[in-house]
């Protein structure tokens, strides 16, 4: 039985260049998939009308399209668009131990720790948990099991939409990978981290952008967020065409 990896590949009125590279994540998937008995499958379409449902929450109801598509499966990677994975990278299903599996976020922590503080203040009644156990949301693994969690997350944000929309447009400091983050901890889900070369986020941060693609060194899927003064997303554009041509090609 295969297992799926799951993609978002929705373009956005306001930022209609953000997506023009994910056709390089998208392949670069495909091609370690074929590898390690993996099938991608990319949401293409939205699901609800962005004023009801921004697509960042998509990614929760992945098992419920899987069973509408009549689709087999053992478990689900969820990979962010804006990521290469390098050919050399292990078989990160076998890796899991059937947990839910996530990755240390290692980006800038006055975002984190504000993202922390106004969501706890704000929505989960001064709730907090360790900031080390923040996590990024752009790589988790889970499997059957994690169906009724995606589900409460979907449900919490039903019933907590307008707050949660509007944290997001007063702070910035997040959309679904707080939530996540706390629900995890309050629900108390057992979970495995995997080490950060499994989800190498904030590089520009890192100082690990550099033309030899020196980062691959050190791990094994880029993520190209946060990058400064990436205006219409014309950096991270150009560094995923860069490293998948550099390393697929």
């Not at 922390?116 to 989960?124: D, G, P, T």
């Not at 447009?169 to 707080?178: I, M």
Request: proline share 3%; with cysteine; hydrophobic share 35%.
């Amino acid at each position: 039985m295969k297992n799926i990896i799951f993609m978002i590949d929705i373009k956005l009125e306001e930022k209609k260049n953000r997506t023009d590279a994910y056709k390089y994540s998208i392949d670069s998937w495909k091609r370690w998939g074929e590898k390690h008995n993996a099938e991608v499958m990319v949401l293409n379409e939205p699901l609800f009308d962005f004023a009801e449902m921004r697509p960042n929450w998509y990614k929760y109801y992945v098992f419920q399209l899987l069973e509408q598509s009549g689709v087999e499966y053992d478990q689900v990677l969820y990979v962010d668009s804006d990521t290469i994975v390098h050919p050399d990278c292990p078989n990160v299903f076998e890796m899991s131990e059937r947990k839910y599996c996530i990755v240390h976020n290692e980006g800038s922590y006055d975002w984190l720790l504000r993202s922390m503080e106004n969501y706890s203040k704000h929505l989960f009644g001064g709730y907090m948990f360790d900031f080390n156990k923040y996590f990024n949301s752009g790589f988790m693994i889970a499997n059957k099991d994690h169906a009724p969690f995606y589900n409460a997350i979907l449900q919490f944000y039903q019933e907590n939409k307008k707050t949660i929309v509007w944290l997001q447009e007063t702070y910035s400091v997040g959309t679904d990978q707080p939530i996540v983050n706390f629900l995890l901890n309050m629900y108390e889900i057992d979970y495995k981290v995997l080490p950060y070369e499994f989800n190498m986020t904030d590089l520009a941060l890192h100082e690990g952008l550099t033309e030899d693609l020196l980062f691959w060194k050190f791990g094994y899927v880029a993520h190209f967020n946060a990058i400064p003064n990436n205006t219409e997303s014309r950096l991270s554009n150009q560094w995923m065409q860069h490293t998948y041509e550099r390393t697929w090609k």
